[in-house]
């Protein structure tokens, strides 16, 4: 059985009750899931559903929006990828933060929103990832300033999204060149094998790393049956010799 989309094990019981309730849809609990927003990055914890009720409100009382609890927002969700946390998240947000910026850098001209530069931004991260191109995943996020002051609310950060990385590699692979992995994780030497043999409890074998069987990556012969009756053989046959020539 799955887990539900609402479920949040360290979510508190106030934001519980509002979630749950009428409040829910009041302007005034803006600040509370505000909060919650920078308590999510300081403990590393994560609660979608709260999230995007508070840019639910954000919706209905754009007065009341801060752009930088919208872009932490998006950052928590590229902590728990290839979840669709970060589409939903983008769908709630205002369509003038959607759109094209003015030149092909990136580079925000006059009428392109400091907001909107910094989602197109992270829209590109989240691109990279869902294309399983981590190197450049990584390279992206030193190659800008404004990539690190985005992600500097988020604690852990890097170490969420190696382990995310990771994650989804031991779901489809069971054996990659260590030059590779370490590519993909932005990572090398004692720290890299720190983080592959304690952390993924991996196997460092030379230039390999071999990755423990698991129900994803697991090879698993398919045979597949033809079940076609005789008498449904029989009227085929007859329907092509009853056409006319």
Request: charged fraction near 25%; proline fraction near 5%; include cysteine.
């Amino acid at each position: 059985m799955g887990v539900p989309f609402d479920y949040a094990p360290d979510r508190p019981e106030h934001i519980e009750q509002i979630l749950n309730g009428l409040d829910r849809y009041n302007p005034e609990t803006t600040a509370v899931f505000q909060d919650y927003v920078m308590q999510q990055c300081e403990q590393q914890t994560y609660d979608c559903y709260a999230n995007l009720a508070l840019l639910k409100l954000y919706q209905f009382n754009p007065h009341l929006a801060r752009d930088e609890t919208i872009t932490n927002i998006l950052v928590k969700a590229l902590t728990v990828f290839p979840s669709p946390d970060f589409s939903l998240c983008l769908a709630l947000l205002p369509s003038h933060t959607l759109a094209p910026l003015s030149t092909s850098s990136h580079t925000p001209a006059a009428g392109d929103a400091p907001l909107s530069e910094a989602v197109q931004k992270l829209n590109v991260l989240k691109n990279l990832l869902e294309g399983a191109d981590y190197a450049t995943f990584w390279s992206t996020l030193d190659s800008d300033d404004l990539y690190a002051d985005l992600v500097a609310d988020v604690a852990g950060f890097e170490e969420l999204m190696r382990v995310r990385i990771a994650a989804t590699v031991s779901q489809a692979i069971r054996e990659v060149d260590r030059s590779i992995l370490e590519s993909w994780l932005e990572l090398s030497g004692k720290e890299f094998e720190h983080f592959v043999g304690t952390v993924c409890g991996w196997n460092v074998s030379g230039d390999k790393i071999k990755i423990p069987i698991n129900k994803d990556n697991e090879a698993k012969g398919t045979v597949v049956r033809e079940n076609v009756k005789f008498d449904q053989f029989s009227r085929v046959v007859r329907r092509a010799f009853e056409q006319p020539a």
